[in-house]
């Protein structure tokens, strides 16, 4: 499943959209890299907030959409 993560920073506005690429149970890749392994330090830290306890990451099916707010970052997710 490929999932479309598009995070608006709270203070300054910046947006970062990317992929993550695999499911609930193998977990997620981002350009091939584990999701809390990439070296990309904001798109890290959007990805530590999606694993959190009652992330919809893990329950989301394809062509479902859902919101996340985090402490920085509005989070909007959108499985294909």
Do not use: C, W
Not at 68 to 73: C, G, P, R, S, W
């Amino acid at each position: 499943m490929i999932v479309n993560v598009k995070a608006t920073n709270k203070i300054s506005g910046d947006v970062t959209s990317y992929k993550l690429e695999g499911n609930k149970d193998e977990g997620f890749l981002y350009e091939g890299t584990h999701m809390q392994e990439v070296a990309d330090n904001v798109i890290r830290e959007i990805n530590n907030n999606l694993i959190l306890l009652g992330s919809p990451i893990y329950t989301i099916q394809p062509g479902e959409s859902a919101a996340i707010e985090a402490k920085t970052f509005d989070i909007e997710i959108n499985a294909e």
